[in-house]
T-cell receptor, first 112, second 114 residues
Framework: KQEVTQIPAALSVPEGENLVLNCSFT??????LQWFRQDPGKGLTSLLL?????REQTSGRLNASLDKSSGRSTLYIAASQPGDSATYLC???????????FGGGTRVLVKP | NAGVTQTPKFQVLKTGQSMTLQCAQD?????MYWYRQDPGMGLRLIYY???????DKGEVPNGYNVSRLNKREFSLRLESAAPSQTSVYFC?????????????FGPGTRLTVL
């Protein structure tokens, strides 16, 4: 059974600092890994998806890496802004069209 | 292009009442999913539909039924609501192709069962 863990559960940084968010998974036979952002009381917004054959994926200030052998993915957010304050979740399926297993999320606060 | 839409946004039920949560997507996706999100438990899959005409149980299916009405719509029914079903419910969809399976989520339905 796949288990996905995100540590820490909460993180507070001053504006401008780079954010590093961790995601660990127990079963390396993942099809891909997806990072989401969730604002309070809102739905999930997909940020990045890394295919199992990729090592990293970039979008603007966001960069996500994937190391299947160690069971880890890291989301980097450069030059954080107060608008980056949200909960970030990672999730992975074991096959195309299969169910996602979610981590518990990391709640981020970027202080002005 | 609205993406994934869900109705209603909020609902309050009494124990034993029934209701159906509606979900629709306009991205021509084959797969659709229902999740619930609870504090301390994270997001858990209730049911999913890999393609039109098929449905499968997820992690927490008890107390729920689903219908994949057509390619666009996937509904979740609570036949006899219980307080333990108080949660936020999310619908999601994805296009199943060989190398890409990004899931897109709706805004959620906040359900309270008294």
């Amino acid at each position: 059974k796949q288990e996905v863990t995100q540590i820490p559960a909460a993180l507070s940084v001053p504006e401008g600092e780079n954010l590093v968010l961790n995601c660990s998974f127990t079963d390396s036979a993942i099809y891909n890994l997806q990072w989401f952002r969730q604002d309070p009381g809102k739905g999930l917004t997909s940020l990045l998806l890394i295919q199992s054959s990729q090592r990293e994926q970039t979008s603007g200030r966001l960069n996500a890496s994937l190391d299947k052998s160690s069971g880890r993915s890291t989301l980097y957010i450069a030059a954080s802004q107060p608008g980056d304050s949200a909960t970030y979740l990672c999730a992975a399926p074991k096959a195309a069209g299969n169910k996602l297993t979610f981590g518990g999320g990391t709640r981020v606060l970027v202080k002005p | 292009n609205a993406g994934v839409t869900q109705t209603p946004k909020f609902q309050v039920l009494k124990t034993g009442q029934s209701m159906t949560l509606q979900c629709a997507q306009d991205m021509n996706h084959n797969s659709m999913y229902w999740y619930r999100q609870d504090p301390g438990m994270g997001l858990r899959l209730i049911y999913y539909s890999a393609s039109e005409g098929t449905t499968d149980k997820g992690e927490v299916p008890n107390g729920y039924n689903v219908s994949r009405l057509n390619k666009r719509e996937f509904s979740l029914r609570l036949e006899s609501a219980a307080p333990s079903q108080t949660s936020v419910y999310f619908c999601a969809s994805s296009e199943v192709v060989v190398s890409y399976n990004e899931q897109f989520f709706g805004p959620g339905t906040r359900l309270t069962v008294l």
